[in-house]
């Protein structure tokens, strides 16, 4: 029986070991996963995107004009093109260079950037360049006539297709990973930590019930034995100690307070002896706070799913 109750708590060890290291791997995998990067990665990041003006009145006196141009609106937006990749992009890897065109019927008024290898003309931006190391980009900013649409295209060795990241609406799961509040995270292994500390702490109540039979059990006559009684509770409430991650409550704590509680007591009373047993859940129970640490058996799993929750919204909704 003894090895059988041996074999069962290794197992039962095992196992939370288990859900533990199945947890912490299943959220470094998916930081992995927002976080990874190719060995060659092109991607066209829109940065920023306002509207600067717009003709919505319905009067048709109402003019707006830029550079002799009459136009119903304005639009500023920046964007840059990046390595986003590990390895720098070099000018023979680059077949056709990056081409963007803005779908009609919209058009481009102005296009400024401080690289010269941006270019555009009649609504196609092209950009050239000989070298392009990693986390190195073009920046460019455009003034359009209307809320401007993109195709792109390139042939550029190692990349399949250009990954267009939209910023302003749609930021990427690695930048939002970045934003999401580090109160969650800590509140994460804060659920995690209660919910194993409730299930130790659980997991041992009959150990704790031996206890304090021994303690309610002793006799009131002059059969007691002092000593018998405390190293038989020493050695009921090491093994309780063993079995848990932490007390407050030790060991030696417990049988001095107990001794001297026997010594003060007349065991041969009635309300002496309830008093003892009292002062032994007072230690065993109150002292290691027991029923705040017992509630994290369904608290820990409801802040765990909150957690997760809001960690998962925050990065991909």
């Known amino acids: ?47 920023e995107q306002n509207k600067v003006i717009e003709n919505n009145t319905g009067l048709a006196d109402l003019k707006i004009i830029y550079k002799n141009s009459v136009v119903d609106s304005l639009y500023s937006t920046k964007l840059l093109l990046k390595n986003s990749g590990k390895k720098a992009i070099t000018k023979d890897f680059v077949f056709e260079p990056f081409i963007a065109k803005i779908q009609d019927p919209n058009a481009i008024l102005l296009l400024r950037s401080s690289s010269q290898s941006v270019r555009f003309e009649n609504n196609v931006i092209t950009i050239e360049f000989d070298l392009l190391n990693p986390g190195e980009e073009i920046s460019f900013f455009l003034l359009t006539s209307k809320d401007p649409k993109f195709n792109f295209w390139c042939k550029i060795k190692e990349i399949k297709n250009i990954n267009f990241i939209d910023y302003v609406n749609n930021p990427p799961a690695k930048d939002r990973l970045y934003s999401v509040n580090i109160f969650w995270f800590i509140l994460l292994l804060t659920s995690i930590f209660i919910s194993l500390d409730a299930a130790f702490l659980l997991k041992e109540d009959i150990k704790l019930a031996e206890i304090f039979a021994l303690i309610r059990d002793i006799p009131g006559d002059s059969n007691f034995d002092k000593q018998s009684t405390l190293e038989e509770l020493s050695c009921l409430y090491g093994a309780y100690v063993d079995a848990l991650p932490f007390v407050f409550t030790s060991k030696e704590r417990l049988i001095k307070s107990m001794s001297s509680k026997m010594d003060s007591l007349d065991t041969t009373n009635e309300r002496d002896r309830y008093i003892l047993y009292q002062h032994a859940i007072n230690l065993v129970r109150h002292g290691n706070l027991y029923s705040t640490r017992s509630i994290g058996i369904i608290a820990g799993p409801i802040l765990l799913i909150i957690c997760v929750i809001s960690i998962v919204v925050s990065i991909f909704a």
């Open 1 to 47: 029986m003894k090895r059988f109750l041996i074999m069962s708590r290794a197992l039962t060890t095992l196992y939370q070991i288990l859900v533990l290291l199945s947890v912490i791997a299943t959220l470094y995998q998916s930081y992995k996963y927002v976080t990874d990067e190719k060995e060659y990665d092109l991607a066209l990041y829109l940065t």
